[in-house]
């Protein structure tokens, strides 16, 4: 099963909106709408932050939010802050029981 | 509080074995699919493997299928990953992940919580 695919790096400036995008096949993203996004601070465990493609879980800032269109889910953080600056990695249930994580992505606020 | 907590991390010979732990509280332990996650030095994430509440069902990622099995002692709220014929990409942080409640069969993308991770080194 290869890695979903992420851009390495995205940056935004405190206010804006940055959207990070996630693609996979057929055979996991767009057949399922088992999508995640973690955030990852350094040197600290994955947070979740989306499940199921949209859905927040409790606590989590509405700031974020997710999508799916095809094969490519997307996280959107908008109202950008400097505690967003982290790693982002998506994550779906992929075919005959697995699941895949994306490559990650470097949010760097500027 | 809903935690988990792995161990067992150490520098081990390519060639070696190794056996992580996970001790859970904080929740009803065989209600719940526990998985492992690694991550490799400045690296991303890959799965590991995942086991289902009863511990009758197990999958693994085709990377470690064969070397690494995955248990667990309900009676005891741990789950284990017991590591065999260990290379030196095998080195990473492992993790160990509750599957959320949200999650309706046993491979599932949504964990929370994650442990802190368990450093397993592989070299000569």
């Known amino acids: 099963q290869s890695a979903l695919t992420q851009p390495a790096s995205v940056s935004g400036s405190p206010g804006q909106s940055i959207t990070i995008s996630c693609t996979g096949t057929s055979s996991d993203v767009g057949s399922y709408n088992l999508v995640s996004w973690y955030q990852q601070l350094p040197g600290k465990a994955p947070k979740l932050m989306i499940y199921e493609v949209t859905k927040r879980p409790s606590g989590v800032s509405n700031r974020f939010s997710g999508s799916k269109s095809g094969n490519t889910a997307s996280l959107t953080i908008s109202g950008l802050q400097a505690e967003d600056e982290a790693d982002y990695y998506c994550?779906?249930?992929?075919?005959?029981?697995?699941?895949?994580f994306g490559g990650g992505t470097k949010l760097t606020v500027l | 509080e809903v935690q988990v907590l792995e161990s067992g991390g150490g520098l081990v010979q390519p060639g070696g074995s190794l056996r992580l732990s996970c001790a859970a509280s904080?929740?009803?332990?065989?209600?719940?699919?526990m998985s492992w996650v690694r991550q490799a030095p400045g690296k991303g994430l890959e799965w590991v493997s995942v086991?289902?509440?009863?511990?009758?069902?197990?999958y693994y990622a085709v990377s470690v299928k064969g070397r690494f099995t995955i248990s667990r002692d309900n009676s005891k709220n741990t789950l284990y990953l017991q590591m065999n014929s260990l290379r030196a990409e095998d080195t990473a942080v492992y993790y160990c992940?509750?599957?959320?409640?949200?999650?309706?069969?046993?491979?599932?993308?949504?964990?929370?919580?994650w442990g802190q991770g368990t450093l397993v080194t592989v070299s000569s």
């Open positions: 904080g929740f009803t332990f065989s209600d719940y699919a």
């Open positions: 086991i289902s509440g009863s511990g009758g069902s197990t």
């Open positions: 994550c779906s249930y992929a075919r005959s029981n697995s699941v895949v």
């Open positions: 992940a509750k599957n959320s409640r949200y999650c309706s069969s046993t491979t599932c993308p949504t964990l929370v919580p």
